[in-house]
């Protein structure tokens, strides 16, 4: 079965300095996809940034990257200069090779402080 | 383009009330997904649905229903409602089965007197 774990229940960053938020993940199948989502207060899943198992190069976009640890089954999410709007819940989801639904972990809820 | 629609935002039913959630995909994507969400029990899939045919589904019971139309809208029901199903629920699409992302509506939030 697969899982996710996100061992931050809550984070705090000062305004424009940069935080990483960990995910680790669990799963036997060898093909298999990593998404960072971000849902804001409004409720709204917004999705951020993708990384495929076979990805030779950690996924970046914009002020996202991700930091892939392949053999440590790690995916962390590092957010450069953090802006007040960045505060919301931050999810990991992993979605295995086939027709699988997204197992996603518990969420990290990050605050950013001016 | 738009996103992802969901009707009603809100929503207030009793125990024993039934409910229809609405979910309207991205123009041209052909899968919804759905998942429930409570500060308990995190995020949670419920069912999947491709080219009308239920591709997957969740751990809930048979009081979960859904169904997927021509136009790939998709309605989710919930009968016989208890407490425990004051949650919120999100829909999300993509254009196919295995994709990279899904794209999320805004959810429907449910609560249950």
Known sequence: AQKITQTQPGMFVQEKEAVTLDCTYDTSDPSYGLFWYKQPSSGEMIFLIYQGSYDQQNATEGRYSLNFQKARKSANLVISASQLGDSAMYFCAMRVSGNTPLVFGKGTRLSVIA | ?113
């Open chain 2, 1 to 113: 383009k738009a996103g992802v629609t969901q009707t009603p935002r809100y929503l207030i039913k009793t125990r024993g009330q039934q409910v229809t959630l609405s979910c309207s995909p991205i123009s041209g994507h052909r899968s919804v997904s759905w998942y429930q969400q409570t500060p308990g029990q995190g995020l949670q899939f419920l069912f999947e649905y491709f080219s009308e045919t239920q591709r997957n589904k969740g751990n809930f019971p048979g009081r979960f229903s859904g169904r997927q139309f021509s136009n790939s809208r998709s309605e989710m029901n919930v009968s016989t409602l208890e407490l425990g199903d004051s949650a919120l629920y999100l829909c999300a699409s993509s254009w196919g089965l295995v994709t990279n992302e899904q794209f999320f509506g805004p959810g429907t939030r449910l609560t249950v007197l």
